[in-house]
């Protein structure tokens, strides 16, 4: 004879059990908030505190001057959906699974993510997640979250959909404004328990609409493209080679999303380039918004204040425009702020290594709160004390070729305080093994233009190098 409770019962039953769960290992009121603002294809020098020559971020920047500005912080991938899921996760591409951005299921895998959201929430914390989130088509409630405010795929920036906690609705506005007033909403709601919230936005991601208020600033900036040397491109065969490519709708497994209309925009690169620094004006106002709002409820001492990016653009480096994926500095260096006054001086500044998969368990060290998976990133605790600690000497660098964009094969890479190293996986290279590789000496040559992968004069590093990348590669796994 089988017994059943009824479901209101069930349901009781549940609610008690979460919150003797929290109550168990409850945060005390000594734990911190957690602001976390990620914006989208944001270079390290697209920040007037990173000495941008015309942009103006006083409210970013202001993380900074009052906290503590990392010079070398960068992704382990970049592009969107595996970056974004390194920072929640603290792990490798390889690991977690969201190695790409086109790959069929992405959504069903970041459904069973252990995020450091999820985890907080674990023990107590109430956490929302507003603005993109980007793996796979599914906007629905991602696990771990109280609050949940997003968009399909990448979203768009004039009149977008949203899933506002399972309830759909047609905006008429600017999805970063959106972005901001939600945060701000959020941040001023009675909380019993310490908040962890994720502010993701879509800018500056293309196609670069600003809010009209912003249409015309910077209009006399007369960005030029940087020169590029023959050597720069020679040095850069799987850049450079021939590809067969096929229109996206013959490509089976993929799931390729059209892009929001351009609205006849400027499409040239100094066009490009301006809309980028005007879109990035309006993620500047929400910071400064959500500052205003951590200071009403006398929590901004109180909270950890980060903003950073998914990863970098190529603006004309090495001959490329309007792209990433590839494994040069310019897309691999991102800006990271971090404002917290129990341990950071105001105006610290570091220049050690950290990488985006070092932020999960930070972020879990920083409130007591121990990880229930493996991390194959490090906490930075130490070097906000002192920033002249250092965590890593080197990193894994990795990227997974993408139907939709076949000309950037699969590559993985080691960046250590000096050398990189970029190892290609291509079909045509099968007879000759590592002719497309590169080496740069980023100590005399931090534009990478000058490739030493055939320079006997580096053939010891190079092999130290190429055994220290495999290791790193089998601890990612």
């Known amino acids: 004879m089988r017994f059943r409770l009824p479901l209101a019962i069930l349901g009781v039953l549940f609610t008690a059990t979460r919150h003797s769960i929290a109550a168990e290992s409850a945060p005390s009121s000594a734990r911190p908030n957690i602001v976390f603002v990620i914006t989208d294809d944001q270079r ?55 190695i790409n951005n086109d790959k069929l299921g992405l959504d069903v895998i970041s459904h069973t993510l252990m995020t450091f959201p999820r985890r907080l929430r674990e023990v107590g914390y ?35 959909v949203i899933n506002h906690n399972g309830d759909r609705r047609q905006l008429t506005g600017y999805m970063t404004d959106f972005i901001n007033q939600w945060s701000v909403e959020f941040i001023e709601q009675p909380h019993d328990q310490p908040f962890c919230l ?28 940087p020169a590029v040397g023959s050597a720069d491109l020679a040095g850069k065969p799987a850049m450079h080679r021939e590809v067969n490519w096929s229109p996206m709708y013959t490509l089976d497994g993929i799931a390729p999303e059209p892009g929001e209309p351009h609205r006849g925009r400027d499409r040239s690169p ?43 653009f190529l603006m004309g ?10 494994a040069y500095e310019e897309n691999l260096r991102v800006p990271l702020l971090v404002r917290y006054p129990p341990l950071v001086k105001p105006g610290t500044v ?21 990880s229930v998976i493996d991390m194959h990133g490090r906490s930075f605790k130490p070097m906000l004390q002192d920033p002249n600690v250092g965590i890593r000497d080197d990193f894994l660098a990795e990227y997974f070729l993408e139907k939709v964009t076949p000309r950037v094969p699969t590559w993985q890479a080691i960046r250590s305080e000096r050398w990189k190293l970029i190892q290609y996986e291509t079909d045509d290279d099968t007879n000759s093994p590592h002719r497309f590789d590169e080496l740069y000496d980023l100590q ?19 092999k130290s190098l190429r055994s220290r990348l495999t290791q790193l590669i089998k601890d990612a796994q």
Not at 57 to 81: H, Q, W, Y
Not at 136 to 143: I, M, V, Y
Not at 271 to 297: F, H, K, N, P, T
């Open 44 to 98: 390290w020098d697209s920040l007037s505190l990173n000495g941008h020559p015309v942009l103006q971020t006083p409210n970013i920047d202001r993380i900074g001057k009052e906290g503590m500005a990392f010079n070398n912080f960068f992704v382990a991938t970049p592009l969107c959906s595996p970056s974004r899921a390194s920072f929640l996760t603290g792990r490798y591409p390889r690991k977690h699974m969201v």
């Open 126 to 160: 109430e956490t929302a997640f507003i603005g993109k989130w980007h793996m796979g088509w599914d906007d629905s409630r991602r696990p771990g979250f109280d609050n949940w405010i997003s968009f399909k795929g990448q979203g768009i920036y004039v009149d977008g």
């Open 350 to 370: 570091s220049d050690k290594l950290v990488v985006n998969v070092d932020i999960a368990p930070t972020l879990l060290d920083l409130t007591g709160v121990p």
């Open 444 to 462: 005399s040559d931090p534009g990478e233009t000058r490739n030493l992968i055939a320079d006997s004069a580096h053939a010891t590093e190079l």
């Open 270 to 312: 100094a066009g490009i380039v301006r809309d980028q620094l005007r879109c990035l004006a309006s993620v500047d106002e929400g910071v400064g918004q959500i500052y205003a709002a951590l200071e009403r409820m006398g929590e901004l001492d109180n909270t950890i204040f980060i903003f950073t990016s998914d990863n970098g």
């Open 198 to 225: 994720y502010v993701s936005h879509k800018a500056v991601h293309g196609p670069f609409l600003p809010a009209p208020r912003h249409d015309q600033l910077y209009a006399d900036f007369d960005f030029e493209l």
């Open 317 to 326: 480096e090495h001959g490329k425009v309007n792209t990433k994926r590839w």
